[in-house]
Nanobody, 126 residues
Framework: QVQLVESGGGSVQAGGSLRLSCVAS????????MGWFRQAPGKERECVVA????????YYADSVKGRFTISRDNAKNTVYLQLNSLKPEDTAVYYC???????????????????WGQGTQVTVSS
């Protein structure tokens, strides 16, 4: 079992930045592919960023390319999501997800992930 806890959300103005953290416990996150998803009210949960267990392969949704950056510190069992140049349309609950995988590829669909955090709210005002 893996427990994931996100933090770092908050309210910022457009153009601002936040750094989200996802701390894993129970298992070494180094064996897991990780993803960050978001869900806005009335919308489906979407994958914004995903990374393979090794960090070699990453996926960024077109809407966040060049603005969001995923990184992982396996020694700290933590995955980060740096959010820059935030826009009002980035407002959502952001979720961290994990799936046990040593394949050097990422996963983009929510149903491919086995473990989820509780989410952290990001609100961007114009």
């Amino acid at each position: 079992q893996v427990q994931l806890v996100e933090s770092g959300g908050g309210s910022v103005q457009a153009g601002g930045s936040l750094r989200l953290s996802c701390v894993a416990s129970g298992r070494a996150v180094s064996n897991y592919a990780m993803g960050w998803f978001r869900q806005a009210p009335g919308k489906e949960r979407e994958c914004v960023v995903a990374v393979s267990w090794s960090g070699e392969s990453t996926y960024y949704a077109d809407s966040v390319k060049g603005r969001f950056t995923i990184s992982r510190d396996n020694a700290k069992n933590t995955v980060y999501l740096q959010l820059n140049s935030l826009k009002p349309e980035d407002t959502a609950v952001y979720y961290c997800a994990a799936v046990l995988s040593r394949v050097s590829w990422y996963y983009r669909r929510a149903n491919q992930y086995d473990y989820w955090g509780q989410g952290t709210q990001v609100t961007v005002s114009s």
